[in-house]
């Protein structure tokens, strides 16, 4: 069965400070891997998606996440935080051939100025 | 603006009510979804509908029953709800399995 772990329920950061949001994952095939962002009052909004290719992963808003198959991680990443990235992170997990897909229980991050 | 639009965005009613929320998307997706968002737990698959046929019915509660009439609407009737069906639905599409979903911003329903 497939499964997806966040392991951190908050996240705090500085302003202008490199961020990590941590993500574990477990699927029998090869997965395809997303994150997600959730605003107050607002749907989950999609940031990037890893389905095969290069571990490293670049989406929307200056953030990356890189894909590690042998510690089946999948860490969202920005290089330099901004405090409207304060918001609800998303890891999720689909198995090839299906329409399922697992979210993780969603870390909170927190960018202080 | 997301191309998923969910009505009403919130929805108060009473355990003996009827209602239904619905969800539509004008992104030319042949799959949808649902899926309630409590608390303090994480968000849960209720179903999938795909080409309009339902897909994936994570045992939910008859209470709950869902309408896909074609491919750009989906429903999600309720009866006789419990206050623990309290949450944040949601709605989302997608093209196919391996595409990202895009989410509407929701029902707030509230169980009285």
């Known amino acids: 069965a497939q499964s997806v772990a966040q392991p951190e329920d908050q996240v705090n950061v500085a302003e202008g400070n490199p961020l990590t949001v941590k993500c574990t994952y477990s699927v029998s095939g090869n997965p395809y891997l997303f994150w997600y962002v959730q605003y107050p009052n607002r749907g989950l909004q999609f940031l990037l998606k890893?389905?095969?290719?290069?571990?490293l992963v670049k989406g929307s808003y200056g953030f990356e996440a890189e894909f590690n198959k042998s510690q089946t991680s999948f860490h969202l990443k920005k290089p330099s935080a901004l405090v409207s990235d304060s918001a609800l992170y998303f890891c999720?997990?689909?198995?090839?051939?299906?329409?399922?897909?697992?979210f993780g229980a969603g870390t909170r991050l927190f960018v202080k100025a | 603006e997301t191309g998923v639009t969910q009505t009403p965005r919130h929805l108060v009613m009473g355990m003996t009510n009827k209602k239904s929320l619905k969800c539509e998307q004008h992104?030319?997706?042949?799959?949808m979804y649902w899926y309630k968002q409590s608390a303090k737990k994480p968000l849960e698959l209720m179903f999938v509908?795909?080409?309009?046929?339902?897909?994936e019915n994570n045992s939910v509660p008859s209470r709950f029953s869902p309408e896909c009439p074609n491919s750009s609407h989906l429903f999600l009737h309720l009866h006789t709800l419990q206050p623990e069906d309290s949450a944040l639905y949601l709605c989302?599409?997608?093209?196919?399995?391996?595409?990202?979903?895009?989410f509407g911003d929701g029902t707030r329903l509230s169980i009285l």
């Open positions: 992104l030319g997706h042949n799959a």
């Open positions: 890893y389905i095969t290719g290069d571990n």
């Open positions: 999720a997990v689909r198995e090839t051939g299906g329409f399922k897909t697992i």
């Open positions: 509908y795909s080409l309009e046929e339902r897909v």
């Open positions: 989302a599409s997608s093209q196919d399995e391996g595409q990202p979903q895009h």
